[in-house]
């Protein structure tokens, strides 16, 4: 049955069902098998299984295209890279998730790849950092400075000069923005993150357009996997599943959250700037007093859980220049919060506190 009348709080309920035949589960299979009889669809589980087929069917759904779900988000981009011919060149922001440019900056080593870095928001930078180019990488907003980039414009450049453009769409999510539907050719999750939502398993995922340039991308892609082998758990992709029918509500709560926040950051003394994009649930902010002020204010929450990673029910908190790969251009002193679901009031009696300490 079609859903696509359905708005999208319906969609992520609705989507990746069982078929309404009296006694069938209202759920999707949970199916460990790594074989099937022979002469059906699917004759291996390297290449498929019926709880994939449902995430899959769901987040296609509602990112307007056709899903493959993999083992980890970098699972997903080592089988987007996999579209770059030999020695082809990426253009990819600058603030990238840092494990995204770390792979990048390893093949570029090997000479697998030209890596090519831009400030995604200066659009003539990223018209002559195109120029030849086999690939874009666009993640909008950026982890963690949270700049935003005009999906739209910049994947029309990339097409114009015959480059493909891959969009990371975690942070975003479906229910904000549908990047196919800009013109990027390739969207990318980390369903470890706002789909699955409850930090308790780590899942990839890409989506491909419904155009035959689109399957015909799906196909390289799909055969990647297959021969790639990082495969998803259908038990991961079973909860990643049961984690999505919630994120719409989950969304709404930690945005309304976020924004409360943001602003009340705004004008605290210990705060010397607040990113925040005006939508979602990520706010970076950078303290007075430097890294170890910083990592003093992570450690001192109590319901703000002091972890990496973003996008669960609880919100969590961290220092990004903790890590060697995250670059120098990301202030020493910024802090990504990710804000979940809890009560406002006791998010910010908790994140003040620690501020003031
Ligand atoms: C976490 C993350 C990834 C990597 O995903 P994993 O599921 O951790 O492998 C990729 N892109 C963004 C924006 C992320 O936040």
């Given at each position: 049955?079609?859903?696509?009348?359905?708005?999208?709080?319906?969609?992520?309920?609705?989507?990746?069902?069982?078929?309404?035949?009296?006694?069938?589960?209202?759920?999707?299979?949970?199916?460990?098998?790594?074989?099937?009889?022979?002469?059906?669809?699917?004759?291996?589980?390297?290449?498929?299984?019926?709880?994939?087929?449902?995430?899959?069917?769901?987040?296609?759904?509602?990112?307007?295209?056709?899903?493959?779900?993999?083992?980890?988000?970098?699972?997903?981009?080592?089988?987007?890279?996999?579209?770059?011919?030999?020695?082809?060149?990426?253009?990819?922001?600058?603030?990238?998730?840092?494990?995204?440019?770390?792979?990048?900056?390893?093949?570029?080593?090997?000479?697998?790849?030209?890596?090519?870095?831009?400030?995604?928001?200066?659009?003539?930078?990223?018209?002559?950092?195109?120029?030849?180019?086999?690939?874009?990488?666009?993640?909008?907003p950026t982890?963690p400075m949270l700049e935003v980039?005009?999906?739209?414009?910049?994947?029309?450049?990339?097409?114009?000069?015959?480059?493909?453009?891959?969009?990371?769409?975690?942070f975003a999510?479906?229910?904000?923005?549908?990047?196919?539907?800009?013109?990027?050719?390739?969207?990318?999750?980390?369903?470890?993150?706002?789909?699955?939502?409850?930090?308790?398993?780590?899942?990839?995922?890409?989506?491909?357009?419904?155009?035959?340039?689109?399957?015909?991308?799906?196909?390289?892609?799909?055969?990647?996997?297959?021969?790639?082998?990082?495969?998803?758990?259908?038990?991961?992709?079973?909860?990643?599943?049961?984690?999505?029918?919630?994120?719409?509500?989950?969304?709404?709560?930690a945005t309304a959250n976020a924004r409360e926040l943001a602003t009340r950051l705004e004008?605290h003394?210990?705060v010397?700037r607040v990113r925040y994009p005006g939508f979602g649930a990520i706010i970076a902010i950078e303290?007075?007093?430097?890294?170890?002020?910083?990592?003093?204010?992570?450690?001192?929450?109590?319901?703000?859980?002091?972890?990496?990673?973003?996008?669960?029910?609880?919100?969590?908190?961290?220092?990004?220049?903790?890590?060697?790969?995250?670059?120098?251009?990301?202030?020493?002193?910024l802090l990504r919060l990710s804000v979940?679901?809890?009560?406002?009031?006791?998010?910010?009696?908790?994140?003040?506190?620690?501020?003031?300490?």
């Amino acid at each position: 049955m079609s859903h696509d009348h359905l708005s999208p709080a319906s969609r992520v309920v609705a989507l990746g069902r069982q078929p309404r035949v009296p006694g069938a589960g209202v759920n999707a299979p949970l199916e460990f098998t790594s074989t099937y009889i022979a002469d059906g669809p699917v004759n291996y589980a390297r290449a498929g299984n019926p709880t994939w087929s449902a995430f899959e069917e769901a987040l296609g759904g509602l990112e307007g295209g056709d899903a493959l779900v993999f083992a980890s988000g970098m699972a997903a981009v080592s089988a987007a890279l996999s579209l770059v011919p030999h020695g082809g060149a990426v253009v990819v922001p600058s603030h990238a998730y840092n494990g995204t440019t770390t792979l990048l900056d390893q093949l570029a080593q090997s000479g697998a790849v030209e890596v090519r870095r831009v400030d995604p928001t200066d659009q003539a930078a990223v018209r002559e950092a195109l120029d030849g180019a086999a690939l874009l990488w666009v993640e909008s907003p950026t982890n963690p400075m949270l700049e935003v980039s005009d999906i739209r414009a910049l994947a029309a450049m990339a097409r114009e000069g015959g480059a493909l453009t891959v969009c990371d769409n975690t942070f975003a999510t479906p229910l904000v923005q549908q990047p196919l539907g800009d013109g990027a050719d390739v969207v990318l999750h980390s369903v470890t993150k706002y789909l699955s939502g409850h930090s308790d398993v780590l899942l990839g995922a890409l989506v491909t357009s419904s155009t035959d340039a689109g399957r015909a991308l799906n196909a390289r892609l799909s055969t990647a996997r297959l021969l790639g082998g990082a495969i998803a758990g259908p038990m991961e992709t079973w909860l990643a599943l049961r984690g999505l029918r919630t994120l719409h509500v989950r969304l709404e709560r930690a945005t309304a959250n976020a924004r409360e926040l943001a602003t009340r950051l705004e004008s605290h003394p210990q705060v010397s700037r607040v990113r925040y994009p005006g939508f979602g649930a990520i706010i970076a902010i950078e303290v007075r007093g430097g890294a170890d002020a910083a990592e003093r204010v992570a450690s001192a929450t109590t319901l703000w859980t002091h972890a990496t990673s973003l996008g669960g029910v609880e919100s969590q908190i961290e220092r990004r220049r903790r890590y060697a790969a995250e670059p120098e251009s990301v202030p020493d002193a910024l802090l990504r919060l990710s804000v979940g679901i809890e009560d406002v009031e006791d998010l910010w009696l908790d994140l003040a506190g620690a501020l003031d300490v």
